[in-house]
């Protein structure tokens, strides 16, 4: 196994929505800095977007501006949001769009020209090529692609980040490509929680299962600030198929009913806007029908036409094929029977939620050199695809413009020998032979904690005092073990530090879960000993920090600001 180095002028780590977009613009803005984008798995088809879209489902549709947009975002979040960044990043909804309509996304238009909205801030496209489509322009652009890289740490300099360290999952290289600036764009964590589904479909994820949190373990381990990671994300979304609901809710207008045909969101939630009540509302509805007896849910589609049905369907063959294929498999309907729904397993997802590192406005972290794009980066929930490419933009400014002044740092050499140890070990520790753990075993360990004891569906996503100390004290157990984590091959040794870093992300949301003593987000993350929410001493954002020295994680606040005036609790 050989040894890549390699210099570049700004490092992307994540080809994906957000990483993508940095780059072209990066290459636009700054035709002669090198750019490199460092890639698990292929640009082609990697992340969130792998599978195709449908709709984008943050724009400003005529009539509304990025004020109205960053007062929505903060109603769906429960009157807690960053509104500056929120505000940055709806400003450039537009330009990402026509950028990439003109690189040959096909975005649905009216007969007068103008994008067809599906609800309030989405427009319907035709998404399945999305992915090769943004992976081209960043190919078209100049920026040098590593695929099937997959970063395991950053390269620390004086505090610095200059770059990231990883192995090539192909060949087992070991890749040291050192920046002058760093973008991390690797997406959110899936994989903390036990999955709803089981065995050979344990994988089958609503979020991409390739995303682990190696972003946010990488800003973990280097003691960069984290925000707001007890905002899960647990998704209502199509029973069995996981396919996102909103493409039937908002689509045709189907609202949530329960076993008994009762329109529970209208009846029950119809003071913060029944079907359109703020989102961890609309996972937290269904779940309480579900606990009181009243399950299984559903999104009522009766009333639909047949031609709306076959639309229904075309919809998912841009995004979620097998939903089609669900549908005829069981011969089902949707115009003449419901849609059941069920909730996801948790997820840490700062496009959806806010959870990720805090930045500033200009998607620089806490860490000098390091800048943070789409669902990687917090405090700016409803990012979604266009959101998400906003932020690859901002950083990319930000981070062209902080290379102009600064040079490559001098890097020690006990951190590149260090982490190659620590890389490679688990394959190590294979053909020595030593009695270790498999990746499987030790995902397991962690899942069964974070789903028992941390808030997991089997409680209803209900958590404690009492059971975050239980999963506080497991997970402490965990660490000590990754010395005897072994692996076969290459792509078991990329298991093995998925796996490491979901340990690192678990232990950084236990924390948060537990210091924020109210709920803000229920179906989120409902505190059974804290049950209402509360502005007098919760509206503010927690964040974290460890100390890579001594591994203590330090909890504390930053205040909200309110930019946008108006009733924090009004969509409008
Ligand atoms: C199933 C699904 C459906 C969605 N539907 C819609 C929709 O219809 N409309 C909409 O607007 N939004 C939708 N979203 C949200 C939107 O797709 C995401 O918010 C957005 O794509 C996230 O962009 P990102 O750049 O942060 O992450 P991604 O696009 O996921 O990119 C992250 C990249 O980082 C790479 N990576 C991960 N770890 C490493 C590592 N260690 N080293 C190197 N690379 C790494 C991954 O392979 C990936 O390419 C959906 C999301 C999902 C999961």
Known sequence: MEKNVIETDVLIIGGGTSGCLAAVELKEL??????????????DRSGCLAGGMNAINAY??????????????????????????????????????KKVEKWGLPILCDEKGNYVPRGRWNIKINGESLKP??????????????????ATNFIMADGKVAGAMGFSIKNGNFFIVKAKATII??????GIYKPNNAHDAQHKTWYSPYNTGAGYAMGIRAGAEMTSFEMRYIGLRVKDTIAPTGTIALGVGAPQINSKG????????????????????????????????????????????????????????????SMVLYWAANEIDPSKEPVEVQTTEPYVVG?????GYWVDVNRK????????????????????VSGCWAEGVIAARAAGEYVQKTGFAQIPENVLKDEQERVFSPLMNQTHKIDGINNYDMEVRIQKIMEEYAGGAATFYEVNDERLQVARRRLSTLPDQFKYLMAEDLHDLMKAHEVIDRVYVAQVLVEHMMYRKETRWPGY?????????????????????????????????RPYEQIVPGDRYKPR
């Open 30 to 43: 700054y035709p002669n800095l090198s750019v490199t984008i460092m890639e698990k798995a292929h640009v």
């Open 60 to 97: 400003l549709n005529p009539g509304e501006t990025p004020e109205s947009f960053t007062k929505y975002v903060r109603f769906d979040s429960c009157g807690l949001v960053r509104e500056d960044l929120v505000l940055s990043m709806s400003e450039l909804f537009e330009y990402c769009v």
């Open 133 to 150: 489509i943004i992976a081209k322009a960043a190919k078209n652009a100049g920026a040098k692609i590593l695929n099937w890289v997959t």
């Open 185 to 190: 764009a690797t997406g959110g964590a899936a």
């Open 262 to 321: 009762e329109k529970f969101m209208a009846a029950k939630y119809a003071h913060i806007g029944g079907d359109g009540a703020p989102t961890p509302y609309r996972s937290h509805g269904p779940l309480q029908e579900i606990k009181e007896g009243r399950g299984p849910v559903y999104l009522d589609t009766r009333h639909i036409t047949a031609q709306q049905a076959r639309d229904l369907k075309s919809a998912f063959l841009d995004m979620y094929p």
């Open 351 to 355: 496009g959806h939620t806010q959870s």
């Open 365 to 384: 972290t806490s860490i000098e050199g390091l800048y943070a794009a789409g669902d990687v980066s917090g405090g700016a929930p409803y990012k979604f």
């Open 525 to 557: 993350c409902t505190r059974t000993d804290y049950t209402e929410l509360d502005d007098t001493n919760w509206l503010k954002f927690v964040n974290s920090r460890r100390d890579p020295e001594t591994g203590n994680i330090e909890m504390f606040t």
